[in-house]
């Protein structure tokens, strides 16, 4: 279980630098940037297209190297490490819902929930928490029915649900809300503030105001052209 337990902040990112070679020229996607996310936050990042944000996600969970700086998991250096050995980390230590969801539409929300777990061998435990999930998310009901049938908000859910499996400490969402009507953003806004209370840590990149002035955002991070400017709630 994520506990309250450890010391080490959920993410500590620590001057990290972005550099990607485009084709023409060497470009700065990352400058320099430093947080600290502990559990019981909800942080959203926030900036205009093409400020980093998604760059920024994917260095915080562990799927992209920084080019200098370093990401620690959970107090766990992870920048350093082979793809590999990241890899684990990452499968133990994040929970990801990207933007367009990634679902594997052939097989039920059930069995969708249960991929992470796969690596491991599915345990009855597993089966036990993934259907937990599926009823705190109000999924029960199509617990059994192939996610290409869904809405997006069930979707939306059956990733959330997912991303949620291993327990991770950290959470990453990247435009949960970029496509819900103002309900169905609510109740996303909603239950990402619970999961955070439950003991993680929910970093969200939103352009989306319903999100970001919701009332279970702990903070905000206003990422420009690559660069921090934190500003406290
Ligand atoms: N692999 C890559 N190769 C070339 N350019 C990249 C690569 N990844 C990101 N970029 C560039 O880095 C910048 C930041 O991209 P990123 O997707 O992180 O921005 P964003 O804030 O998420 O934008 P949006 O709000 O549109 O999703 C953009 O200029 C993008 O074109
Ligand atoms: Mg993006």
């Given at each position: 279980m994520a506990s309250g337990s450890h010391r080490e902040a959920s993410a500590s990112?620590?001057?990290?630098?972005?550099?990607?070679w485009d084709g023409r020229e060497r470009r700065i996607i990352l400058a320099d940037v430093s947080f600290e996310l502990e559990r019981g936050e909800l942080v959203v990042v926030r900036g205009p297209s093409g400020s980093g944000k998604t760059t920024l996600l994917a260095v915080v969970g562990a799927m992209l190297s920084p080019s200098s700086g370093e990401v620690?998991?959970?107090?766990?250096?992870?920048?350093?490490?082979?793809?590999?050995?990241?890899?684990?980390?990452?499968?133990?230590?994040?929970?990801?819902?990207?933007?367009?969801?990634?679902?594997?539409d052939g097989l039920t929300s059930l069995d969708n929930i249960l991929l992470p777990r796969v690596p491991d061998g599915?345990?009855?435990?597993?089966?036990?928490?993934?259907?937990?999930?599926?009823?705190?998310?109000?999924?029960?009901?199509v617990s059994d029915v192939p996610t290409k049938g869904l809405s997006g908000g069930e979707r939306q859910r059956v990733a959330l649900a997912r991303a949620l499996i291993n327990d991770p400490p950290l959470l990453?969402?990247?435009?949960?809300?970029?496509?819900?009507?103002?309900?169905?953003?609510?109740?996303?806004?909603?239950?990402?503030?619970?999961v955070a209370m439950d003991g993680r840590?929910?970093?969200v990149a939103t352009h989306d105001p319903r999100l970001a002035r919701s009332s279970g955002v702990t903070r905000i991070l206003e990422l420009v052209a690559g660069k921090l400017d934190p500003m406290l709630l």
């Open positions: 990112v620590r001057n990290v630098v972005k550099r990607i620690l998991l959970d107090g766990e250096p992870t920048s350093r490490l082979r793809e590999a050995h990241r890899a684990e980390v990452r499968r133990r230590k994040v929970g990801f819902v990207f933007q367009d969801i990634q679902l594997v599915v345990r009855p435990e597993d089966t036990k928490r993934a259907k937990e999930l599926l009823e705190r998310f109000g999924l029960l009901d990453v969402l990247d435009e949960p809300t970029a496509h819900l009507d103002d309900a169905r953003a609510l109740s996303i806004a909603k239950q990402l503030a619970e840590a929910v970093l």
